[in-house]
C-alpha cells in the first residue's frame, strides 16, 4: 500500500480565553510511530481529540496525503483511544470486538492473549489493566489507517507494556501511529521520532537531552 502522510497545523484552541494550543505542526507517515511527549495539562489529549474530530476548535488544518480532513473518524481514517475507557460495560467483549477490527487482521487480533482470555467476559468482569489492554488492542487492531494512542501504557504491567509494544511496531508497518503518555521510557522506546509539546507549541526532540533543556525531564 502506498506510504500516507496525516499533517496538522494551524490549530487555535483555547478554553475560557486561555490559549492552550497555538503554534502546532505534527506529521506522521505510515510506517513510523510518532511519540508526543509534554507536561500534565499542556494540551495532549485536546491536540489527539482534534485530530480525531471529537472535539472543536477555533481552527485547524488536518490533512492526509494533501486531503483536508475535517472529521478523522469518518471513514475510519484515525481511530482514538481516548485517556479514559470507552469500551460500554455489560455487553461482551467478543460481541464488542467483531466490528471494531479490521477484518484483515482478525486472525492476528484473536491469537492475541488477552482476547483469548477475555472475549467471553463483559467490560465489568475485568480489571482495570486488563480492560486497558483489550482496549487498546482494539484500536491498534482497527481499520484505520492512523492510530492515535492516549496513555496506553499507565494502567498496565511491565511485561504487558512490552508486547504492547512489540504489537505498536508490527502495526506500524502499515499504519501510522501517534502516543502519547507519561511513561515516556516507554514512548522513546517505540517511538521513530518525539515531538515535544511545551507552552502551546509543538518541538521536534532530538535526544532526551532535549527534554531537559525544555524542562520536561529534570538533569540528574
Ligand atoms: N472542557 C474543558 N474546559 C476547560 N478547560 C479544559 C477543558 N478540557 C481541558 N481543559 C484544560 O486544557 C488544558 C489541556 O488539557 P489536556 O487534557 O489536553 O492536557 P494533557 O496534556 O492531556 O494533560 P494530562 O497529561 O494531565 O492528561 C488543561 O489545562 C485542562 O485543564
Redesign the pocket.
Known amino acids: 500500500m502506498p506510504s500516507q502522510t496525516l499533517k496538522v497545523d494551524s490549530v487555535q484552541l483555547e478554553?475560557?480565553g486561555?490559549k492552550?494550543l497555538q503554534d502546532i505542526y505534527l506529521d506522521c507517515s505510515t510506517g513510523e510511530v510518532v511519540g508526543l511527549l509534554?507536561?500534565?495539562?499542556?494540551?495532549?489529549?485536546?491536540?489527539l481529540?482534534i485530530i480525531f474530530g471529537s472535539l472543536s476548535c477555533g481552527y485547524k488544518h488536518v490533512s492526509i496525503n494533501g486531503q483536508h480532513i475535517i472529521k478523522g473518524y469518518h471513514n475510519n481514517r484515525i481511530a482514538y483511544l481516548p485517556?479514559h475507557n470507552y469500551l460500554p460495560s455489560g455487553i461482551k467483549i467478543q460481541k464488542l470486538a467483531k466490528p471494531f477490527i479490521d477484518p484483515l487482521l482478525w486472525s492476528d487480533f484473536n491469537d492475541q492473549p488477552a482476547y483469548q482470555q477475555h472475549q467471553h467476559k463483559t467490560v465489568g468482569q475485568l480489571s482495570g489493566g486488563e480492560l486497558r489492554q483489550l482496549e487498546t488492542l482494539m484500536i491498534v487492531y482497527s481499520c484505520a489507517d492512523f492510530i492515535l494512542l492516549?496513555?496506553p501504557f499507565t494502567h498496565i504491567s511491565p511485561v504487558q507494556a512490552d508486547d504492547l509494544k512489540i504489537m505498536m511496531e508490527k502495526s506500524a508497518k502499515t499504519k501510522g501511529i501517534i502516543v502519547?503518555d507519561?511513561q515516556y521510557y516507554n514512548v522513546l522506546d517505540v517511538s521513530d521520532r518525539i515531538i515535544l509539546?511545551n507552552n502551546g507549541c509543538t518541538r521536534p526532540v532530538k535526544d532526551a537531552a532535549d527534554l531537559v533543556t525544555y524542562n520536561y525531564l529534570n538533569k540528574k
Do not use: M, P, Y
Not at 509534554?38 to 491536540?47: A, E, I, P, T
Open positions: 478554553f475560557d486561555r492552550i509534554g507536561r500534565n495539562g499542556c494540551g495532549k489529549s485536546s491536540l481529540r485517556q492516549d496513555e502519547t507519561h509539546l
